[in-house]
């Protein structure tokens, strides 16, 4: 008898052929003596469409709406029926014995296959490859360990009803929009919130008014200690502010307090997918799309990092006995990785690992792999590195620093001077060359050398994607799977549009916006579901 496994890609399945044994090639499988190897290309099905389920909703009108079916069902995709039925085929088949559900190991992965087997009306048992990387060891570890489907029940459930309210409010809101006002306007119960989240920080910008006002610092020993006040917009006559530079000048001031403090930064931990779109943003530009495609790739084809859709910056205590062999493997990007596998990979930040706060994946990091470097494209290398990067400042010691605070005083007023020394640079590598601290003691009299500066209060700034995917997280909007995909929509339907690195609401969204029913325009909705 032979075990059916069910892929999401055909990349994906050609890859478990290989370590299963399967190398008899077919057009829609792989075929092996013990296993037969298919793939879904994606979803192969979808929710049926209202005029699927009643005469009456084929017609776009208010008098129909709401439209709540009691079930709705599924429909194969068009484009992708051959491959639905060559996987029917296989599972009629007598000497297949049951099913080895091996899509993507997260919510919609399982959804894909959950959709399949039931339409297919496949009632033989079903088990579940669970793996967080796609290299050969995960694999053949991973078919050692199946468990039954059953025991991930709830996530296909969680899938299911994620999709149902998107069916739900999407389609219907839609209609109603598009119906009443003549438009196509498009609504949903994460892309609105999303789009509003945008339009928010629009509106701060345009009722912004700049103010103009003065800064007054004292120059010391080639630095500038700022004036302590409670609104550092306060100064706002230059009369005022000359005639206070000439009653403090006319006498030296001192050195009235010295506070020396010893700061231990931790190395940060490992990225989750949402911070790693954030970061490759704000460094690099790259859309939240195009990063999660680019860690896809190291995942998928290269199989060098993790599982990328994970939302949890937390490792499993199973991880530790391989943690020798993943830092080999970044060595030829960061050389301290090979002493630290040779020193026993001892952790030093701990609280990395920590099994409560790992969710259906733990974080993105470098698996075992040795990585072929000169596969990987530009965008590619600089995706793995940062990984790589957080990975290996695990291992650092911490990075240790003294703050000293001087306060100077003039009459009444005071001014403040922070020095920064490095005593350990640790996981924090030293890019530039520290700046000389001077010494300073207490009673010490200082020169009155006094700077003004005019300035203009600034605007808030546009969000980027980066910000925004924060924001977006903040309030529970979409998952690390999901997120990019939204950002894209709402720009494909003309709704949001990218300017430079910056995002701002459309006409047509701001028009949505304003004609939507209120509560969808809040995250508090999606948030509380």
Do not use: C
């Not at 892309?191 to 945008?198: E, M, S």
């Not at 231990?264 to 999660?292: F, H």
């Not at 990218?498 to 209120?518: D, I």
Request: hydrophobic share 40%.
């Amino acid at each position: 008898m032979k075990r059916l496994v069910l892929a999401e890609k055909p990349s994906v399945a050609r890859d478990l052929s290989k370590i299963l044994g399967a190398d008899q090639k077919h057009k829609n499988y792989y075929e092996g003596k013990d296993h037969v190897v298919t793939w879904a290309l994606g979803h192969l099905l979808t929710l049926k469409m209202p005029e699927d389920l009643k005469n009456e909703w084929q017609t776009w009108q208010m008098e129909t709406l709401p439209m709540i079916p009691k079930y709705i069902g599924t429909k194969p995709l068009p484009k992708t029926k051959a491959q639905l039925k060559a996987i029917a085929n296989l599972a009629k088949r007598k000497d297949i014995s049951e099913a080895i559900i091996a899509t993507d190991a997260g919510r919609e992965g399982e959804l894909v296959a959950r959709w399949i087997l039931e339409y297919i009306r496949f009632n033989k048992p079903v088990k579940r490859l669970w793996i967080s990387s796609q290299t050969n060891k995960a694999i053949k570890e991973g078919f050692a360990a199946l468990k039954p489907a059953k025991a991930y029940d709830d996530l296909y459930y969680s899938a299911l009803a994620r999709a149902k309210a998107d069916w739900l409010i999407g389609l219907n809101v839609t209609r109603a929009l598009t119906v009443k006002y003549q438009d196509n306007l498009s609504a949903g119960r994460v892309q609105t919130p999303t789009l509003a989240l945008v339009a928010k920080q629009e509106e701060k910008i345009s009722k912004f008014i700049p103010q103009k006002y003065f800064t007054l610092s004292l120059e010391v020993a080639g630095q500038r200690a700022t004036r302590v006040q409670k609104d550092p917009y306060a100064l706002k006559e230059r009369q005022a502010v000359d005639e206070l530079v000439k009653k403090l000048s006319s006498q030296n001031g001192k050195v009235e307090q010295i506070t020396a403090k010893d700061k231990t930064i931790p190395a940060p931990l490992p990225y989750d997918l949402t911070e790693l779109q954030r970061v490759a943003n704000e460094k690099y530009g790259y859309s939240a799309k195009k990063t999660l495609s680019l860690v896809q790739s190291l995942y998928e084809v290269h199989k060098i990092v993790s599982y990328p859709r994970t939302d949890s910056k937390y490792l499993s205590n199973d991880l530790k006995v391989t943690l020798k062999d993943r830092l080999h493997a970044i060595a030829g990007l960061f050389p301290e990785a090979k002493q630290y596998a040779v020193k026993g990979a001892k952790v030093v930040q701990n609280k990395a690992f920590n099994d409560a706060k790992v969710t259906d994946h733990h974080a993105l990091i470098p698996t075992e792999q040795l990585p072929q470097y000169n596969k990987l494209n530009s965008d590619e290398h600089r995706i793995y590195t940062l990984i790589a990067e957080r990975f290996v400042g695990l291992f650092a010691a911490p990075h240790k620093e003294r703050q000293e605070k001087i306060v100077f005083v003039f009459g009444k007023e005071h001014f403040k001077l922070t020095q920064t020394k490095v005593i350990e640079a640790g996981w924090k590598k030293k890019e530039t060359p520290e700046k000389s601290v001077a010494k300073f003691s207490e009673g010490m009299q200082i020169s009155p050398h006094f700077m003004v500066k005019e300035a203009l209060t600034t605007p808030p700034k546009p969000l980027s994607e980066g910000s925004l995917l924060a924001q977006m997280e903040r309030y529970s909007l979409g998952t690390p799977a999901t997120r990019a995909e939204i950002i894209e929509k709402l720009v494909k339907s003309e709704l949001m549009e990218r300017t430079n690195n910056s995002l701002r609401v459309t006409k047509k969204g701001q028009q949505l916006l304003e004609l939507v029913n209120e509560e969808l325009v809040s995250p508090q909705l999606t948030e509380k579901w």
